[in-house]
T-cell receptor, first 115, second 116 residues
């Protein structure tokens, strides 16, 4: 199954700045998903990214705040823009595995603290 | 839209006792169902999944779950809890999208506490 390398693993950022999170997959995948996990909460899907097209955002998330790039079938980035303390969360990327071993693979997450 | 309900934000058991974590989903068609575990300061690890094969699914670390369509449930069990099982557990259901892929919808999570 695919392995995802996600970085940075953690960061502390000043409010008003932006952070770009990268996910590299060791095989080609069609869809990549970006999740947010706020402190003590479950995972919420931010957006779905297909290579070559604009990401599809879930209700409550907008492209200006969370721009996503998907330049090829093995890589994606999520930027958290104009950060505020409310953006302090764990951000995770994920891919869907199709076929006999259907399921999802997750990156190890980026723990973001905004001060 | 799919939804997942996990009853009990916290479950406490003694070491050696039965673990039962409840999960109910809303779906009119048989979904794919997953249980993930998250240890402190770590990412998500897949425990087990149901993908329309056997209704009793065995996973890692001695966990298993039974898919009951009539009850729309997928409860997670382990006969004997170990201290190392203390973690956050998430139930998730896949939701088909019009473009052919499926996205995961997560429950709110249950924190399992194991006492000596």
């Amino acid at each position: 199954s695919a392995v995802i390398s996600q970085k940075p693993s953690r960061d502390i950022c000043q409010r008003g700045t932006s952070l770009t999170i990268q996910c590299q997959v060791d095989s080609q995948v069609t869809m990549m998903f970006w999740y947010r996990q706020q402190p003590g909460q479950s995972l919420t899907l931010i957006a779905t990214a297909n290579q070559g097209s604009e990401a599809t955002y879930e209700s409550g998330f907008v492209i200006d705040k969370f721009p996503i790039s998907r330049p090829n079938l093995t890589f994606s980035t999520l930027t958290v823009s104009n950060m505020s303390p409310e953006d302090s969360s764990i951000y995770l990327c994920s891919t869907e595995r199709t076929g006999l071993n259907y399921g999802y693979t997750f990156g190890s997450g980026t723990r973001l603290t905004v001060v | 839209a799919q939804s997942v309900t996990q009853l009990g934000s916290h479950v406490s058991v003694s070491e050696g006792a039965l673990v039962l974590l409840r999960c109910n989903y809303s779906s009119s068609v048989p979904p794919y169902l997953f249980w993930y575990v998250q240890y402190p300061n770590q990412g998500l690890q897949l425990l087990l999944k149901y993908t329309s094969a056997a209704t009793l699914v065995k996973g890692i670390n001695g966990f298993e779950a039974e898919f009951k369509k009539s009850e729309t449930s997928f409860h997670l069990t382990k006969p004997s809890a170990h201290m190392s099982d203390a973690a956050e557990y998430f139930c998730a259901v896949s939701e088909a999208q019009g473009t052919g892929f499926q996205k995961l919808v997560f429950g709110t999570g249950t924190r399992l506490l194991v006492s000596p």
